[in-house]
């Protein structure tokens, strides 16, 4: 399987690619991009077409600046969790009334918390807000708390009986750690909604003890396609059924690439890659017709003094040690060459530098990039990773410029 719609699915949807089509033939940026194409009319001619990344993407609606027909138009961040922000578009509604017709985690007899970050740009609140409107239950909209907060916070959801909360995983983290810390438990709670992010296995653990009865909902997507796709628990973490508005395509490598298929679409998605990998496949949950099984990220390999680091597999080593909740990898440049890379560990760990000296002698990279300054590879036991206040979410990696401005001392 290539596509997660057979022909006789997508046929209909087809004339929104070729419309996007011409919307991106007009990007002067573009030149000749499109210039011997054919307007894809079968689901050969879309995978013949060129693919979209992030940049082409922000350049096409940099130059469309689409307006939504009906409502507002929206401008939402998109460009990554520490990236500068760039402009992504949807109109009021946020496409959620498609989603809901086939995916309802919510009804009308919930207390749903709505905890991910209602700040400046970033658009999962709202989303989620529109979700929740169309369920007709009742909602916190609590967004970001500090870390003095939750202790009381938390007592006030188990005080009203909260049955649902969503947020990135990042955010549950920090909410669930905190109440297994403090002994308080949220014996109410059935639901857990999540996007953002993957899901993160260390949740279950302090589910089990806060809130045993509740279990995970998961959407996937990203600012530029929007829901692309929801997951029950009954299927596995990594699975998501596609919506019949979003067309899924496995891309040379295993790469993704998502084509909307929604009239009202703003964005011009059409063959977009958000940089991961996975297959179409067959979900446990017994549901019908193709599921999307996402593999991981592949832009997760970085440079470090020309060698690929493989990011992803660095932390899963880290992750599996006794007391470890979290680790991120921290890359600090200068002049464009990396001078140091740390490892912060949130949580326990018993002998960081045991760690080091292990992370050293098996990654590759590691030990020949910093073969002669090996001092410069670091674990650091932190009480919080680098995150973005923004969008409540906390990266793999962090890439840091200490390369000294024009006129400022090294």
Not at 281 to 308: E, F, I, K, N, W
Request: aromatic share 8%; net charge negative; with cysteine.
């Amino acid at each position: 399987m290539r596509f997660s719609l057979t022909e006789e699915q997508a046929t209909g949807g087809l004339a929104v690619a070729r419309r996007n089509l011409e919307l991106l033939c007009t990007v002067p940026e573009f030149g000749d991009r499109y210039a011997e194409v054919t307007p894809p009319g079968t689901l050969a001619e879309l995978a013949a077409l060129p693919p979209l990344a992030k940049d082409d993407l922000n350049t096409a609606l940099a130059h469309l600046e689409p307006t939504a027909e009906q409502g507002a138009t929206w401008l939402f961040q998109s460009g990554g969790s520490t990236g500068a922000p760039k402009v992504g578009y949807a109109p009021t509604g946020f496409y959620m009334a498609k989603v809901f017709e086939h995916w309802q985690p919510l009804d009308r007899d919930d207390i749903f918390v709505n905890a991910w970050g209602a700040g400046r740009m970033w658009g999962a609140h709202f989303l989620a807000a529109g979700l929740a409107d169309l369920s007709g239950c009742r909602v916190i909209a609590l967004g970001s708390v500090t870390r003095e907060e939750y202790p009381q916070w938390l007592g006030f959801l188990a005080d009203r009986k909260v049955t649902a909360i969503g947020g990135t995983p990042s955010v549950l983290r920090l909410w669930f750690a905190h109440a297994r810390a403090a002994g308080i438990e949220l014996p109410s709670l059935r639901k857990v909604l999540w996007l953002g992010e993957a899901w993160q296995p260390q949740l279950e653990e302090d589910l089990a003890l806060v809130a045993p009865k509740a279990r995970r909902h998961g959407m996937f997507g990203s600012t530029e396609t929007w829901v692309v796709g929801s997951n029950t628990p009954d299927c596995p973490a990594d699975t998501f059924h596609p919506f019949p508005h979003q067309l899924v395509h496995v891309g040379d490598g295993g790469l993704l690439d998502f084509t909307s298929l929604d009239p009202a679409m703003l964005n011009p998605v059409l063959r977009y890659r958000t940089g991961d990998a996975g297959e179409l496949t067959t979900c446990r949950c017994g549901r019908p017709g193709p599921a999307m099984r996402v593999l991981g990220r592949r832009d997760s390999v970085v440079q470090v003094r020309g060698l690929g680091l493989h990011v992803d597999e660095l932390l899963a080593r880290v992750e599996r040690e006794p007391g470890v909740l979290r680790a991120q990898v921290v890359i600090t440049e200068q002049g464009g060459r990396a001078k140091q890379v740390d490892v912060l560990v949130l949580g326990a760990l018993s002998d960081p530098d045991a760690l080091r000296r292990e992370l050293l002698s098996a990654t590759f990279t590691l030990s020949t990039a910093f073969v002669h300054d090996p001092e410069q590879v670091r674990v650091r036991v932190v009480d919080a990773l680098v995150g973005n206040d923004r969008t409540g979410k906390t990266a793999a990696f962090v890439v840091r410029d200490e390369t000294p401005m024009v006129g400022e001392e090294s």
